[in-house]
């Protein structure tokens, strides 16, 4: 095991305990910085998980859109909803980019019409939800983007039950956020939905596609055994 992979997953296990302990500070008070960055560090450390494992045009979308999303995190606190949630947008964009460049060749029936009525329906759910009417449009805007996101992940190739289960999460987080002193209730509860779909969400997405990614890659006795320069040499009669 080389060093850099040893390293992916030492990061990716401070990843997930700190995605996990987050909810633990909630009840801390911590200086405004010091949340941020827990906040922050969950999905950050995925960014670095998958620039370690980063080989392809892929595999740096992949990079981009696990930034974009923690800095979604901490813009949300330190800016507001509209800063922040235009970080996620620009992580949705990479998403779907990543997702239409590894599209699943022929989806089955079912598989489309999920992904079609996904778009309109997150789209008005999203729409109906907040409390405060003058919004509505820009949660709208947003949620388009987000179902765009989810409808793409679900045909793509990659793992259904990690990656599109995984964006599938994270639009039900976002449109219980929409829904907070609405249709549902703004308490512990609501909060514990919201991070937890996420952040697992996420991490879901992240691996599933880490995992294809590097499973195409040759194995490494073979990238070592390549020429190098291209040129085809025989070792028995150089």
């Known amino acids: 095991m080389s ?16 995605g996990v302990s987050y909810v633990a500070s909630w009840g801390l008070h911590l200086p405004p910085a010091a949340d941020l960055t827990w906040k922050g560090l969950g999905v950050g450390l995925l960014a670095v998980y998958a620039a370690l494992n980063a080989r392809s045009l892929d595999g740096w979308l992949l990079v981009a859109l696990m930034a974009f999303g923690a800095l979604g995190d901490v813009l949300l606190g330190a800016a507001g909803l509209t800063v922040g949630a235009l970080a996620f947008l620009v992580g949705h ?22 992904a079609i009525v996904l778009v309109p329906a997150v789209v008005a759910v999203a729409y109906l939800l907040p409390v405060d ?3 509505a449009p820009g949660v709208a805007v947003y949620s388009l983007g987000l179902a765009l996101m989810a409808a793409t992940a679900w045909l793509s190739r990659f793992p259904r039950y990690r990656v599109g289960i995984g964006a599938l999460m994270f639009v039900v987080s976002d449109l219980i956020i929409f829904g907070r002193g609405g249709p549902w209730p703004d308490n512990f509860a609501a909060g514990l939905a919201v991070w937890g779909l996420y952040y697992l969400g996420q991490l879901l997405i992240c691996v599933g596609v880490v995992r294809t990614l590097k499973a195409e890659r040759p194995p490494q006795s073979l990238r070592d055994s390549s020429p190098k320069g291209g040129a085809s040499v025989d070792r028995r009669t150089a």
């Open 3 to 18: 060093i850099k992979t040893t390293l992916a997953k030492a990061v990716l296990i401070a990843s997930i305990l700190a």
């Open 93 to 114: 964009l990479f998403a779907i980019t990543l997702y239409l460049h590894n599209r699943r060749p022929g989806p089955t029936r079912s598989q489309l019409a999920l």
């Open 133 to 135: 009417r003058a919004g």
